[in-house]
């Protein structure tokens, strides 16, 4: 029962989905299936919002992953070091984490402020006058901002996952370059970074599926119309079927990000194939 449930529930709607992404349906009536057509898809191609969208979706992907990443890696580095307070630091770096989408971008509109936020205080207390701005209004910084507060949300994360792997590494290859006068960054350049795969792997799974899910986060800050600075295929998804009636638009734009889904796992679960198989 729950395998027939989940092929008609979750299967079954994502073939819908896709059939009806062929039609013309505007939301009203019946969708006409006797002419299925790839015409939407051509319209994709031509069109600007479309294109700008999907370029903000890939730069958010890469760019939140890769900083991420990076943080991520540093954190558990940290840590691993076996500092004082680990526990409480490790809490402190995953406690924003626990938070949604809609409380992260509250908090980040206020610290983004132009008038009286943190981050323009900082840096007119700083001298840097020149660089206080209107973060999430500027439509040259929007995508930017939102790449901070997504990174400050989600890096404790990757700094998680990490921190497993480096665990699992044995102490004798470290203590052997220790031995050998290798410098400490060296030491994890050479010696243990490279033995990291699987968890960078995994890693980047999962923040590219929740660089996708950050439609949450912008339409609190910006509804459904955040203009081309911040603007995201599940966004303009969501614009395009329930505030313009255009389903069929919207289905097509859907299936777009069904297929960025799995360019973002396959390779991970090719990579775990080809693991198992050694």
Same mark, same amino acid.
């Given at each position: 029962? @729950?395998?027939? /449930?989940?092929?008609?529930?979750?299967?079954?709607?994502?073939?819908?989905?896709?059939?009806?992404?062929?039609?013309?349906?505007?939301?009203?009536?019946? @969708?006409?299936?006797?002419?299925?057509?790839?015409?939407?898809?051509?319209?994709?191609?031509?069109?600007?919002?479309?294109?700008?969208?999907?370029?903000?979706?890939?730069?958010?992907?890469?760019?939140?992953?890769?900083?991420?990443?990076?943080?991520?890696?540093?954190?558990?580095? /940290?840590?691993?070091?076996?500092?004082?307070?680990?526990?409480? /630091?490790?809490?402190?770096?995953?406690?924003?984490?626990?938070?949604?989408?809609?409380?992260?971008?509250?908090?980040?509109?206020?610290?983004?402020?132009?008038?009286? #936020?943190?981050?323009?205080?900082?840096?007119?207390?700083?001298?840097?006058?020149?660089?206080?701005?209107?973060?999430?209004?500027?439509?040259?910084?929007?995508?930017?901002?939102?790449?901070?507060? /997504?990174?400050?949300?989600?890096? #404790?994360?990757?700094?998680?996952?990490?921190?497993? #792997?480096?665990?699992?590494?044995?102490?004798?290859?470290?203590?052997?370059?220790?031995?050998?006068?290798?410098?400490?960054?060296?030491?994890?350049?050479?010696?243990?970074?490279?033995?990291?795969?699987?968890?960078?792997?995994?890693?980047?799974?999962?923040?590219?599926?929740?660089?996708?899910?950050?439609?949450?986060?912008?339409?609190?800050?910006?509804?459904?119309?955040?203009?081309?600075?911040?603007?995201?295929?599940?966004?303009?998804?969501?614009?395009?079927?329930?505030?313009?009636?255009?389903?069929?638009? #919207?289905?097509?734009?859907?299936?777009?990000?069904?297929?960025?889904?799995?360019?973002?796992?396959? @390779?991970?679960?090719?990579?775990?194939?080809?693991?198992?198989?050694?």
């Amino acid at each position: 029962m @729950p395998t027939l /449930l989940l092929g008609v529930f979750v299967y079954g709607s994502i073939l819908w989905n896709v059939v009806l992404s062929l039609t013309d349906f505007r939301g009203f009536g019946n @969708p006409d299936y006797s002419s299925l057509d790839v015409e939407l898809y051509q319209q994709m191609l031509n069109d600007p919002t479309f294109i700008t969208a999907a370029k903000n979706t890939v730069l958010l992907m890469g760019g939140f992953t890769a900083v991420c990443l990076i943080v991520g890696l540093g954190l558990a580095i /940290l840590i691993d070091r076996e500092i004082r307070f680990e526990g409480s /630091l490790r809490t402190v770096y995953l406690l924003p984490m626990s938070l949604s989408f809609v409380v992260t971008s509250i908090f980040w509109a206020w610290m983004f402020n132009p008038s009286n #936020g943190v981050v323009n205080y900082l840096l007119r207390t700083a001298g840097l006058d020149f660089l206080a701005n209107d973060w999430f209004g500027d439509p040259a910084t929007q995508l930017w901002a939102i790449m901070i507060a /997504l990174v400050w949300q989600f890096s #404790g994360l990757a700094m998680i996952i990490y921190l497993a #792997g480096l665990r699992k590494i044995p102490t004798e290859q470290y203590e052997a370059a220790q031995l050998d006068g290798a410098p400490v960054w060296i030491r994890y350049l050479k010696v243990i970074v490279p033995q990291l795969k699987t968890s960078t792997f995994s890693a980047i799974v999962i923040l590219l599926l929740f660089s996708l899910k950050a439609f949450d986060f912008i339409y609190v800050l910006y509804g459904v119309n955040p203009g081309p600075g911040a603007d995201i295929l599940p966004v303009m998804m969501y614009r395009e079927a329930f505030d313009a009636n255009n389903w069929a638009y #919207g289905s097509s734009i859907a299936v777009v990000l069904l297929l960025a889904t799995f360019a973002a796992i396959v @390779p991970y679960l090719y990579y775990q194939h080809k693991k198992d198989l050694l």
